[in-house]
Structure formats: structure tokens, C-alpha cells
């Protein structure tokens, strides 16, 4: 991954308060993502012809080279389940360090401009002094979102993923190395705004949660299924703009359920307040099941 999107090229940078170079504490923490390497060796398919040919002299040729190598195809594809098997080898692990601290991950999905960190920036508001709490942000450049964390008093981390467009369980691995766990508390994991790549990787978190917002398309979850069938619940987001708006929310939730039947959901508004509390108790109720399975472990 990502052979279809071809992101993951570039050099992931880690950055926050206290991410800095070990050897090197002036530096911010730089690695390569581990798709660098395989990224390289996946270019096989050959560029298709400019222009395409028409049917007649000499196609037949032409559309042999551009037939895509069987053989081939199948290398990519055993190449993605490798890397798709590494990933989850390392969710696993954080996945039971999260356990052993009775942390509960969230890992929040959506489409760019869904307001993920507006909302997450109101959760932790209305959690500070409750629950420990900490933010892992994932964009591809800048470190706007982990400033707009960090001025809510909670630490936050942000990982600058250059090209790739998703986080991936070795990011958040070499985060979790800056990051003071939130023992008992919550552990909120912001990816990549992108609903394709994201869905496919498990970082070990306890659930991901789909921001769903009000000014994208009712159909949305019928495009991009993968993202809903993976998510355990789905926030419809920005419910204060309905009245303004040509977007049938009942109809929005009954493209998520076809895909995904099971899919929690919860309407809310971050700005007006509306939802927030079943949003709040959701959370909570998920942290404690997170604590009662780690104290039956322990
Ligand atoms: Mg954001």
C-alpha cells in the first residue's frame, strides 16, 4: 500500500513539544515510511498510450501492451497483503499496549472539511479534568491541528505523513514514543482526512469513528463503503447548517446502514451544542468498558 493511490513516498515527520531526534534533540523525529521501499519496486505497469488506440491496423498490438500482466497483477497484490500483514502485526502491538493501560483509542476518519478537529476540540473541553486525555493528528504538512489541541491544554502530537495519505500503525508506533499515555483515559487518533486508504488500516485503536458531515453528499457511504463497514460509529456532523441546506439526514443514515447495518450513529452539531452529550456518554461508556476488560486481564 498504497499501490492503487501511490502515496506513501515521502518522508514521515513527527512533530510536538517533545518529539525530537534522540541523538539529536535540536531535530525534530524524521522516519521513512516503510512503504518507501516497496512503493519503489510496485511502478510496473506500463503508461498507457497517448492517445488510446482505435480498433484496427495495428490495435490488436497495442492493446497487448497495454493489457495488464496477470503475473504481475498478482505480485501487487501479494505485495499489498504483505504490507496490509505488517500493519496489523503492528496495530496488534499497540492494540495491547493500549490495553495494558486501559486506554481507549479512537481512531477519526472522514473526508477532508468534515470539522474533525473542531469537534475534537469541543470533546476535549468538555472532558478535560474528567478523563486523561491526549491527540495524535495526522495531515499531510503543517502542524495546525495539534496547535489548535494544544491550546485546549491537552498534549498532542501531530505526524506529518508528506505524500501518504492515511496513518499507518508504525506512525503511530513512533508517536506513541513522544506522547505521555493517557492511562485510563482516551487516546484520540485524528487521521489523514481521506475516506479511501484510511479504511484498510487498523492502528490498533478500539473503534474507528466516521465524521460524516452535512455538507457532503447523501451517498457518500454508497461511494465509499469500506470507510462506513469499517467504522462502529458514524457522527453526521454539522446538524446546526441543516436549515440551510438541501440534505436529507434520514436518508444519509440509510446509505450508511445498507452498508454497514450495524453503524451507531449520532447527529450532532460541535458549534450548537446538539448531540455532544450522547457523544460525551458514548466516550465514556466505551472508556469504561476499556477499563472493566483491562482490570479482567490484569
Ligand atoms: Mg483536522
Not at 495519505?165 to 505521555?180: I, K, N, R, T
Request: glycine share 6%.
Amino acid at each position: 500500500m498504497c499501490t492503487t493511490c501511490g502515496c506513501g513516498t515521502d518522508q514521515v515527520l513527527i512533530r510536538g513539544k517533545t518529539a525530537r531526534h534522540p541523538n539529536k534533540p535540536n531535530e525534530p523525529l524524521h522516519f521513512r515510511a516503510h512503504e518507501r521501499v516497496v512503493q519503489t519496486e510496485v511502478q510496473v505497469r506500463p503508461p498507457l498510450p497517448n492517445p488510446l488506440p482505435h480498433a484496427g491496423e495495428g490495435a490488436n498490438e497495442s492493446l497487448r501492451e497495454i493489457n495488464f500482466d496477470r503475473s504481475e497483477a498478482k505480485r501487487i497484490v501479494k505485495l499489498e497483503q504483505d504490507i496490509l500483514a505488517k500493519n496489523n502485526s503492528l496495530a496488534h502491538s499497540n492494540r495491547k499496549r493500549f490495553a495494558e493501560s486501559a486506554i481507549l483509542a479512537l481512531n477519526l476518519v472522514s473526508s477532508p472539511g468534515s470539522g474533525k478537529t473542531t469537534l475534537l476540540v469541543h470533546t476535549l473541553q468538555a472532558l478535560k479534568g474528567k478523563l486523561p486525555l491526549a491527540v495524535i493528528e495526522g495531515d499531510q504538512q503543517t502542524d495546525f491541528d495539534a496547535e489548535r489541541i494544544r491550546a485546549t491544554g491537552v498534549e498532542a502530537i501531530q505526524i506529518n505523513t508528506g505524500k501518504g495519505c492515511h496513518l499507518d500503525a508504525l506512525m503511530v508506533e513512533h508517536a506513541l514514543q513522544q506522547l505521555p499515555l493517557p492511562q485510563d483515559g482516551v487516546l484520540f487518533i485524528e487521521n489523514v482526512g481521506n475516506l479511501v486508504c484510511p479504511a484498510a488500516f487498523d492502528l490498533g485503536e478500539a473503534a474507528k469513528v466516521v465524521v460524516f458531515s452535512v455538507t457532503e453528499g447523501e451517498d457518500k457511504p454508497l461511494k465509499y463503503p469500506d470507510m462506513f463497514r469499517a467504522a462502529r460509529l458514524m457522527l453526521l456532523s454539522k446538524c446546526d447548517l441543516l436549515p440551510h441546506l438541501d440534505f436529507d439526514a434520514d436518508l444519509a443514515i440509510a446509505y450508511a446502514r445498507r452498508v454497514n447495518p450495524q453503524l451507531q450513529v449520532i447527529r450532532l452539531s460541535a458549534t450548537s451544542g446538539t448531540g455532544m452529550a450522547e457523544w460525551l456518554e458514548w466516550i465514556t461508556t466505551a472508556c469504561r468498558a476499556e477499563r472493566v476488560a483491562a482490570a479482567q486481564t490484569a
